[in-house]
């Protein structure tokens, strides 16, 4: 069997970042930069008051108190060209351009204004209260580079520079099937031998996460796809139409009704089936025709490992992300783990912070159908592949999430 490692290495190796689209800096939340953006002028554009209060010559006012003739007002907006002239101040307001002539702002707060005139109580040092054109941003500076994900601030900087539409690498299409006989809708009370069907809805829900758009495919009214040979070819085929990777869960084992690979491999190919992982060995990795496919176990908590380890990262890359994986963080185990070598177990925990101290805390029952360890999860544990014992205490290597 690969290691999770090697899996992931080949996998990946089948994939690029998508198409370039532009997109209004309004709409591309989540998107991920197709290349770099240059400022095309300074932030701020002009010279600004930080403050409410008055413009005036420093000269004027290094002795204080100091009366000046209010020679007019400057409001935001204002095209702030009319001259402070000595003698004189202006009142201003904060955002609004500092008119020529003036080199300092005095806050409201330490004037007063009477009979036209105001008076000036603390002496400015120079340049106060001021926001210097190109304080921010400078021409030509290069303010989001190609594969950052944006987000409020680098939208919020891209609009206030007028880079508007952004280029984007497009969000991936992923198609999303889901197989077995016993499955029904979540909204569908069950008969005898039935279950609800939870791993299109968690499939559907890591994908938007992720950045990608789920389309669900093959499905039957009410259920999943059949455990039938023709009803898997059929959803298969119809998932890769326009899609960009196709996920399965269910059906890539060796049982008798287990179509998967049959399938994959009649259409198109297999890399790979078998992954030295717990929960969620076996991972089938191929071509549906020309489309990537990764089919994942039927388990619950499978679905959520393999997504992790495997398709998350697939939709990341085409997303054009620079980073593919999870972070990491070292823990310290709350409670001692067993487990026979040969697989790399991924253990749901819980994070705490005691101090300086991260606690990895397992959620609870390890198996992989138990999906109330998922409820609260932070993260999971490595178990290295070698391992049979972590003792209370022992440090892990836990990929986050997310935080507490």
């Not at 095209?79 to 020529?100: F, N, Q, W």
């Not at 290069?142 to 601030?153: I, S, W």
């Not at 998922?374 to 993260?379: P, Q």
Request: a negative charge; charged letters at 25%.
């Amino acid at each position: 069997m690969l290691t999770v490692e090697e899996a992931r290495g080949r996998i990946l190796a089948g994939f690029s970042a998508l198409g370039t689209i532009d997109v209004p800096v309004a709409e591309a939340a989540g998107m991920v930069a197709a290349s770099d953006q240059v400022a095309p002028h300074p932030l701020p554009r002009f010279a600004n008051s930080a403050m409410d209060g008055y413009a005036v010559r420093r000269a004027d006012v290094v002795d204080v108190p100091a009366r000046l003739r209010i020679a007019g007002e400057v409001r935001a907006g204002d095209p702030g060209d009319l001259e402070v002239e000595p003698g004189a101040a202006m009142r201003i307001m904060t955002g609004a351009p500092v008119p020529p002539g003036a080199d300092a702002i005095v806050p409201i707060e330490q004037a007063s204004e009477t009979d036209g005139e105001v008076s000036i109580e603390v002496a400015p040092a120079e340049g106060a209260h001021i926001r210097p054109a190109g304080e921010d941003v400078a021409a030509g500076d290069r303010v989001v580079v190609a594969g950052t994900e944006l987000g409020p601030g680098e939208l919020a900087l891209l609009a206030s520079l007028g880079l508007s539409p952004v280029p984007v690498h497009r969000r991936p299409v992923v198609a999303v099937l889901s197989t077995g006989d016993e499955l029904v809708a979540p909204e569908v009370e069950p008969g005898p031998g039935q279950i609800r069907d939870s791993n299109t809805v968690a499939l559907q829900t890591l994908i938007a996460e992720a950045g990608g758009e789920a389309r669900v495919a093959g499905a039957q009214p009410g259920g999943g796809v059949h455990d039938e040979l023709e009803s898997v070819r059929s959803a298969l085929t119809d998932a890769a139409k326009g899609a960009d990777l196709v996920v399965s869960s269910g059906g890539v084992s060796v049982g008798r009704y287990d179509f998967i690979r049959q399938v994959v491999e009649e259409s198109g190919s297999i890399d790979f089936w078998r992954v030295a992982m717990q929960p969620g060995k076996p991972v089938v990795s191929g071509r549906v025709g020309d489309v990537p496919f990764l089919g994942l176990p039927g388990n619950p908590v499978s679905i959520h490992i393999g997504f992790e380890q495997f398709v998350r990262p697939a939709i990341r890359k085409m997303r054009g992300c620079t980073e593919l994986l999870r972070p990491t963080l070292t823990a310290r185990l709350a409670s001692r783990l067993e487990k026979k070598p040969g697989r790399l177990h991924f253990v749901r925990v819980r994070l705490a912070f005691e101090g300086r101290d991260v606690l990895a805390i397992p959620t609870g029952a390890q198996g992989s159908h138990i999906q109330s360890s998922l409820v609260g999860c932070h993260g999971v544990a490595r178990f290295d592949i070698d391992e049979s014992a972590l003792e209370e205490g022992s440090e892990v290597v836990v990929e986050v999430w997310k935080l507490p």
